[in-house]
C-alpha cells in the first residue's frame, strides 16, 4: 500500500511540474507570436489553397493562386521576423526534449536528449520562404501541398516545445489527419535533412 501510494505522488508530482513548464513555454510562445498574425495568415492561406484545388477550370484557379501569392509573401514575412524575435530568447527557454514522454525539468538533466527550438523555427522560415520563392519550380497544385506541409511542420514544432512530440503528433493527426512522417516526407529536401540533423542531434 505505502509503495502505490508513494507512486501516486510522484506521478502527481511529476504532472504538476510539467504542467507547470509547459504552461511557461505556452505563455512564452503566445507572447512573442502576438506580435504577428500568423495563425490568421496560415488560416487564410490553406482556405485558400483548398478552394483554388476545388475550382473546375484552369481560368479560375490560376486567379486564386494569384490571389494567395500576396499571403503567401506576408506569413512568410511575418514567420521570419518572429523566428529572428524568438531567437533573441535564451538558450535554457528554448531547449526541447526529445523523449516522448515529457519528463520535469529534461533539459536540465538529460541536455543530450534535447534540441534548440530557435534553430528550428529558423528551418521552417527558410523553408517557408523557398516555397514562396518557388527555387524548385513547382507547379502552383505542388507549391501548395509543400507550403502546407511546411506549415503544418511547423506547426507541429510549436505544440512540441510546449507539449511533448506525442502529444504534438497525436494534434496533427486529429486536426489535419496526417501523421509526423508523412510531414517530413512531403517538406522540400532542405528543410527535410536540416530538420532531421537538428531533432535527432546532429
Known amino acids: ?16 511540474l510539467n504542467a507547470k513548464e509547459q504552461r511557461k513555454r505556452i505563455a512564452l510562445l503566445g507572447k512573442h507570436l502576438a506580435n ?12 485558400g489553397y483548398l478552394r483554388a484545388l476545388g475550382e473546375s477550370t484552369d481560368e479560375r484557379r490560376s486567379q486564386i493562386w494569384s490571389l494567395l501569392s500576396t499571403t503567401e509573401s506576408q506569413l512568410s ?33 538529460l541536455p543530450a536528449m534535447t534540441f534548440d527550438v530557435r534553430r528550428a523555427l529558423a528551418i521552417h522560415a527558410r523553408g517557408i520562404a523557398h516555397v514562396v520563392q518557388n527555387t524548385s519550380h513547382l507547379s502552383p497544385k505542388d507549391r501548395a501541398y509543400m507550403m502546407t506541409a511546411e506549415l503544418f511542420l511547423m506547426q507541429h514544432t510549436c505544440h512540441w516545445y510546449c507539449k511533448s512530440k506525442t502529444v504534438a503528433s497525436a494534434r496533427m493527426l486529429a486536426r489535419h ?19 532531421l540533423t537538428l531533432i535527432n542531434g546532429g
Not at 502505490?4 to 506521478?11: C, G, V
Not at 508523412?182 to 527535410?192: I, K, N
Open 1 to 16: 500500500m505505502d509503495i502505490i501510494i508513494l507512486a501516486i505522488l510522484i506521478a502527481t508530482g511529476t504532472f504538476m
Open 36 to 47: 504577428y498574425q500568423i495563425e490568421k495568415l496560415m488560416e487564410a492561406l490553406t482556405d
Open 77 to 109: 514575412e511575418q514567420f521570419s521576423r518572429f523566428a529572428a524575435d524568438f531567437a533573441k530568447v535564451d538558450e535554457a527557454h528554448a531547449r526541447v526534449s526529445r523523449l516522448s514522454v515529457p519528463i520535469p525539468f529534461a533539459d536540465k538533466l
Open 177 to 195: 489527419q496526417t501523421p509526423h512522417e508523412q510531414l517530413v516526407a512531403s517538406v522540400s529536401a532542405e528543410t527535410r535533412n536540416a530538420y
